[in-house]
């Protein structure tokens, strides 16, 4: 693919868009992130907060830890440190500087202030409200289809739309994502310059790399990746399957690293990158094919979770566990062919596990992914492959990608509702 083609820019813009930092799991994140929107405008601290959140974010905020809470859980929990502590021109790393002090804070701000949360009857997967209230003033901040795209803030009624004279956030701009393919991404990480996704990768490298290792070394939720390299050794297999789980569990469990994500999850950031950094260490790949392989990890998880959207009942490790067995099939044998048959015969494998909000078995969901995605690399390299008719896999790639987008988008939204009547019958 040459420089000059506008897939090309298109596809560095969409890694770029991307690949951001991020500290703890996104949905409390990005309520917190609405929560210090509002608080700012508002100018005090509110004595009410009313909660608005598609069903789906009430799911994956319900039992993860929200960092730098001091272990508090739940939608409260999040808006409070949003209020108390947030800064919002940092994004999803919005409580990431937080003091002791503000902790206490936060848990007096659950006390004396009156949270309200509601799930929203809404068409979208990602839709969050939040509206602070003191006195007769009130902001209210709306966020849409993903993490920190606001689009309409509302003060005392008054809508707010010009960013220079209100201090609202104007829509966030997307690359669009129909120009990708499984033949241009891999045109494109072939023939890329190195230099055009060096920063946004060494981010990646590092951040995750980090949280993987504090993951191991300490004791987060059920400790799986320790589970895996005690019970099965350090065989690169196992060691791809383990960090990422150990990286998971810690994010799950309040660690205060951040983590850089992919299609707005730290899960599916860590899953896509994790196993084929250590693939590449194990192979000796040099710099400019870790970059190359962990391009097409990253664009291939973005390919496949665009048409399930941002959440869904369809695991998001599924995808990027197939992402990262296309990653570690471009290191160790290259072609495309063995690229894209990876990547169908991971999803014919794996393609049922279910999302059940964000919490520590996700990463034992990771594990099972990526062993599902090397399972699908060793069958192929034996000659054995999932044919077209074989239940979801259908003519070839692309179709079977938007097989499984049908699926995760359309065909689990019963299975989604069931998931979050269950998850909160008890409240």
Known sequence: MERTD????????????ELIAAMGCTEPIALAYAAATARELLGAMPERVRIQASPSIIKNVKSVIVP????????????????????????????SQVTPEQQE???????????QVEMLDTEHDFELLVT?????????????????????????????????????????HRTDRSLLNMEDIYDFITTMDPQDVQEI????????????????????????????LEAYGDG???????????????????????????????????????PVIEYAKEVNASQ????????????TAIHLKTGIGTLSAYCGAVSAGAAAGAGIAYLTEGSFDVVKHTVVNALAVVSGILCDGAKPSCAAKIAAAIDGALLGL??????????????????????TVRGVGIIGKYGMRSTNEEIIHLMLGDE
């Open 288 to 299: 400019d094919k870790l970059y190359r392989a962990l391009a097409l990890s990253n664009l």
């Open 132 to 172: 602070l209230e003191r006195g007769e003033d009130s902001v209210l901040v709306h966020i849409l289809d993903h993490h920190t795209n606001i689009v309409g803030i509302e003060k005392n009624g008054k809508v707010l739309l010009e960013c220079q004279d209100s201090g609202a956030k104007k829509p966030e």
């Open 378 to 399: 060793d069958l192929y390299r034996s000659g054995q492959q999932f044919y077209n008719g074989d239940g979801i896999v259908m003519r070839n790639i692309e179709e």
């Open 105 to 115: 804070e936060m848990r007096a701000c659950l006390e004396q202030i009156a949270f």
């Open 236 to 274: 690169v297999k196992n060691r791809a399957k383990a960090r990422a789980a150990a990286a998971s569990d810690a994010r799950m469990s309040g660690c205060e690293l951040p983590v850089v994500i992919n299609s707005g999850s730290g899960n599916q950031g860590i899953t896509c990158s994790v």
């Open 68 to 95: 730098n809470t001091g272990g508090l859980k739940g939608m409260p929990a999040a808006a409070a440190a949003g209020i108390v502590a947030g800064e919002a021109d940092k994004k999803l790393e919005v409580i």
């Open 6 to 17: 506008l897939r090309y820019q298109a596809y560095v813009d969409i890694l770029r868009e």
């Open 201 to 228: 990768l060494d981010r990646q490298i590092a951040y995750n790399t980090a949280i993987a290792d504090e993951g191991l070394r300490n004791d987060y939720g059920a400790n799986v990746g320790k589970v895996l």
